[in-house]
């Protein structure tokens, strides 16, 4: 069966740390998303990209970057873990399906900045 | 911009009790998604609604789009303990139906 799957699903790091949480489905899906959830945020979007070697800017993607080098994998990088990154990040893709498309979610990364 | 309000935030029920909860913007939508999210999981598609007044039925969980195209309505019957979750609605950006915009959830905890 297709899935998506994220890893690793815990992770505890330092400030100022170097960290990539890794994104990978085989839905072969073109579109990828990450998200992080915050208590009384909801879901907010950090980077996408609609194919391979295509990425973009979310409502909050300072100190995230990403990178798309096939269709597959998505990692989302934080280039100096702060405190304010802790949160649980969700990975998501979609089919492009020419109407609204409907996203599957993998299980989330719980990310502690210590 | 978008926004999508949900109510309520929060919701604590008996189980076998019905649950309501809504979904209204100021914009108007042309689908409508409900999703369940399950502690410790990622969010999951439990219905979607392409057209204004569809009501789609899913088991015990019943939504509607609403006739204005700016509201949708989630109802569960008879709840259970595994009804537990944060329910989110979404819609597609405007600018790009790709992406999707979110609510901000209604967290619903069952005593069983």
């Known amino acids: 069966d297709a899935e998506i799957t994220q890893s690793p699903r815990h992770k505890i790091t330092e400030t100022g740390r170097q960290v990539t949480l890794a994104c990978h489905q085989t839905w072969n899906h073109n579109n990828m998303f990450w998200y992080r959830q915050d208590l009384g945020h909801g879901l907010r979007l950090i980077h996408y990209s609609y194919g391979v070697q295509d990425t973009n800017k979310g409502e909050v993607s300072d100190g995230y970057s990403v990178s798309r080098s096939n269709t597959e994998d998505l990692p989302l990088t934080l280039e100096s873990a702060a405190s304010s990154q802790t949160s649980v990040y969700f990975c998501?893709?979609?089919?492009?399906?020419?109407?609204?498309?409907?996203?599957?979610f993998g299980p989330g990364t719980r990310l502690t900045v210590l | 911009g978008q926004q999508l309000n949900q109510s309520p935030q929060s919701m604590f029920i008996q189980e076998g009790e019905d649950v309501s909860m809504n979904c209204t913007s100021s914009s108007i939508f042309n689908t409508w998604l409900w999703y369940k999210q399950d502690p410790g999981e990622g969010p999951v598609l439990l219905i979607a609604l392409y057209k204004a007044g569809e009501l789609t039925s899913n088991g015990r969980l019943t939504a509607q789009f609403g006739i204005t195209r700016k509201d949708s309505f989630l109802n569960i019957s008879a709840s259970i303990p595994s009804d537990v979750g944060i329910y989110f609605c979404?819609?597609?950006?405007?600018?790009?139906?790709?992406?999707?915009?979110w609510g901000l959830g209604t967290s619903l905890a069952v005593n069983p």
């Open positions: 979404a819609g597609p950006n405007a600018g790009n139906n790709r992406k999707l915009i």
């Open positions: 998501a893709s979609s089919a492009t399906s020419g109407g609204t498309d409907t996203q599957y």
